[in-house]
């Protein structure tokens, strides 16, 4: 592994602000002589979640990737980085920005709950208690590696405390299959051990496991255990605390955040608060309106990630939740505008609608929305009632129960802020088996637009010609099935570890 990678891991007891949980910066401590009790356990749990809330990982590198690879947002200013703009137009090359820094950051993440996963043996208190701290841990190195075994395929696979570098310097690349064997045993842990709630969502619950192994097992194309996996959560949602909320924009505003009941797992960012990369979130500029004067965030955005002008033309206007997710409108020289003239005011602008969900309300925030007080949602109930559509459907063509998790968010969705419409109308009963996945992965589309899952659908489903060919949303006419499901691995870590070799197909 490189340097980098060899000191996160070393130094990982490093923890800092990570919103609601209450920590004490520990420093880099020998773990003989720094687990003495639970606090301490949760503490290094706490570390893990640190380096999630990063501008290496959940505040840009990891979400922008997400974003610009798949077929909902495209590069609006032609003047951002390269690299940006490779990820974007399937051109990355294994030296690309996004993934040198991505890479070894998810690294700190697993190091951190290893390292907390490990001094858990040095504690001597009750095994229950003990477990449900530990199995955060297990959640976090699960969903990290989640990520990476998605976006790499084959990839290294630590599940130790490392506190000699030595021991990873030559390791070697574990199959993606076995890397999801691992996956899902970290996740039956954690579903075991964790507790029904938590006093925040920025902390796992039983129910958080159990999706993301729905979610898992639905990648893997087991539809029976994803299906069995998303009834669990869905049939015990009131011991879980778990609702859709009634207004689809709440999910949306910081100030909510504490009073939601939809969200799964939050990665929590603490407004104006930074230490370094950790704690920076650049979602809200990156997709907000360049030049903006509407004071949702001072300076306006950057207009990086904007949505093509197809992704608005296919969403219908009745839709709420297209209101909520784009913005249309913009104020320039103290006058509203329509999308159409946001180029007039700025070289760098482009007439095409934004990403609302992260500039329109970026909180307690610093210039251009920068170090927002957003509470992330990387999983909500509305997605584990998709999850149990879509695996119902493959296992039962056409059933009325999976047609019935789909109404549940239409129903949802015709709630217009407080004001009831008719539109998206419920799903009828009859449909058939193909035409109701179509639907299922459309609502997906529109449902989580922008919430980073729409790359993994379309990689899991073998999407990339329909989707960037040239009737696609985003037509790129380079696509290649055979390269681009899979980002390149870091060639400085090839180039220092030759076990690593070779790069994935095309790079």
């Not at 003047?79 to 991505?102: K, P, Y």
């Not at 039956?188 to 920025?202: G, N």
């Not at 099935?481 to 030759?498: A, H, I, K, Q, V």
């Amino acid at each position: 592994m490189i340097k980098n990678i060899k000191i996160l891991l070393l130094a990982t007891l490093l923890s800092v602000g990570c919103s609601d949980l209450e920590e004490e910066p520990v420093g880099i401590l020998a773990p003989e002589s720094f687990f003495k009790n639970l606090d301490d356990l949760q503490a290094a749990v706490n570390g893990s979640y640190a380096y999630m809330a990063s501008e290496k990982y959940w505040g840009r590198k990891l979400t922008l990737s997400l974003l610009l690879r798949g077929d909902m947002a495209d590069i609006g200013d032609l003047g951002t980085s390269a690299r940006r703009q490779d990820v974007n137009n399937f051109e990355m090359a294994d030296d690309n920005g996004m993934i040198t820094e991505l890479w070894p950051q998810s690294y700190a993440i697993i190091g951190a709950a290893n390292q907390a996963i490990d001094g858990a043996d040095r504690i001597d208190v009750n095994a229950e208690k003990k477990n449900a701290v530990v199995a955060q841990a297990y959640f976090s190195r699960a969903f990290a590696y989640y990520h990476l075994v998605r976006l790499f395929g084959d990839i290294p696979y630590i599940d130790f405390a490392v506190s000699d570098a030595s021991t990873v310097e030559d390791i070697s690349k574990t199959p993606a299959a076995e890397v999801y064997e691992n996956i899902i045993t970290d996740l039956q842990f954690a579903k075991e051990w964790l507790p029904d709630t938590q006093p925040t969502r920025s902390q796992p619950t039983k129910a958080t496991a159990t999706a993301y192994l729905a979610s898992v097992y639905l990648t893997l194309g087991d539809y029976q255990k994803a299906y069995d996996e998303a009834k669990f959560v869905i049939d015990n949602k009131a011991k879980f605390n778990l609702k859709l909320e009634q207004d689809f924009q709440n999910l949306f505003v910081p100030d909510n955040a504490a009073a939601l009941q939809e969200p799964l797992f939050t990665i929590d960012f603490i407004g104006q608060s930074r230490d370094g990369d950790l704690g920076q979130d650049y979602l809200a500029p990156l997709t907000g309106i360049r030049a903006d004067e509407t004071g949702r965030a001072e300076n306006g955005g950057w207009t990086v990630a904007v949505p093509t002008l197809n992704v608005y033309e296919d969403w219908s206007g009745r839709d709420y939740r297209k209101k909520v997710s784009l913005d249309t409108v913009a104020i320039f020289n103290g006058e509203e505008h329509d999308f159409t003239e946001f180029a007039n005011f700025s070289d760098r602008g482009v007439n095409r609608p934004h990403i609302a969900k992260y500039y329109r309300f970026p909180g307690t925030s610093g210039s251009n929305g920068r170090e927002s007080s957003h509470n992330f949602i990387t999983m909500r109930y509305a997605e584990v009632l998709l999850i149990a559509a879509e695996a119902l459907n493959e296992i039962n063509g056409g059933a009325t129960e999976a047609i019935g998790y789909i109404n549940e968010l239409r129903a949802r969705a015709r709630n217009r802020g407080g004001e009831m419409a008719n539109f998206p109308e419920d799903v009828a009963a009859g449909i058939s088996q193909d035409d109701l996945k179509d639907l299922i992965i459309r609502e997906r589309r529109l449902e989580l637009a922008f919430e980073f899952k729409r790359w993994y659908d379309i990689k899991r489903l073998k999407l990339g010609q329909e989707a960037f060919g040239p009737n696609g949303l985003e037509p790129h006419s380079n696509f290649d099935p055979n390269r681009d499901y899979l980002f390149p691995l870091p060639g400085d870590e090839l180039s220092r570890n030759p076990n690593l070799q070779p790069n994935n197909p095309g790079y």
